[in-house]
């Protein structure tokens, strides 16, 4: 039985590169698959990433720019930051190519927007003007900085195996998880920080950065390639 492959998709950042944060390379491995780096964004084929993607056994949506507000039926200008609407179009693509084939998708930061944003549902664009407080901590990306609370029984609440307080680096959020997704964690202040349907999660926070000061955020991972 050969190795499982994890799809890793990733955008442009900064501008000129393509790049990736090493602890999502480091998780999949840990978890037993092997990851496949998928540029996404403005010269990229979609055919050819599709088909790329479809040779692994799952997609991992990674962090990075903004979702196009666009995407979901909102007007720009309501506070989002550098977006790439070509990344927006491929990995829209991505979801439903893997979901109809049956392979597990697993949103991280933005990954759970761009989730929700492909399967009908909406975001808060930039949630210090809509008053929410407290999320965008980059400068503590490696510790846990607020708790959450998951649904019992849920996949978000076996992905966080037992932990109950999450690093937060991100500005934007899920308002609506649309008719195919549901909410199953949620911070103090109310803001959605997973949803999730068959075979597919996303999740607010970053385990791919947590994962050395505790093991336990592997979880998300090895939900992935099905341990």
Request: proline fraction near 7%; charge should be negative; aromatic fraction near 4%.
């Amino acid at each position: 039985m050969r190795e499982q492959l994890v799809a890793l998709m990733v955008g442009r950042s900064p501008e000129r590169r393509y790049s990736v944060h090493r602890g999502y390379v480091e998780a999949i491995a840990a978890a037993g698959a092997q990851p496949v780096v998928v540029p996404a964004g403005p010269g990229i084929d979609l055919e050819r990433t599709l088909k790329l993607t479809l040779m692994c056994d799952a997609v991992l949506l990674s962090g990075g720019n903004d979702v196009d507000p666009r995407l979901y039926g909102a007007e720009r200008g309501g506070g989002e930051k550098d977006t790439d609407p070509e990344r927006d179009q491929i990995e829209v693509a991505t979801v439903a190519a893997a979901m109809e084939s049956g392979r597990r998708v697993l949103g991280i930061c933005r990954g759970i927007q761009l989730l929700a944003a492909a399967l009908g549902g909406s975001l808060v664009p930039d949630l210090p003007s809509a008053g929410y407080v407290g999320h965008e901590e980059e400068e503590r990306e490696g510790e846990p900085v607020h708790p959450i609370t998951a649904e019992y029984g849920s996949a978000a609440a076996k992905v966080l195996a037992g932990t109950a307080v999450v690093n937060s680096i991100h500005h934007q959020a899920v308002a609506d998880p649309g008719p195919v997704l549901r909410a199953t964690a949620w911070s103090p202040d109310g803001l959605i920080e997973a949803v999730e349907t068959d075979g597919a999660l996303g999740i607010q926070w970053h385990p791919e950065r947590l994962i050395e000061s505790d093991p336990r955020h592997l979880a998300p991972f090895r939900w992935l390639v099905g341990q």
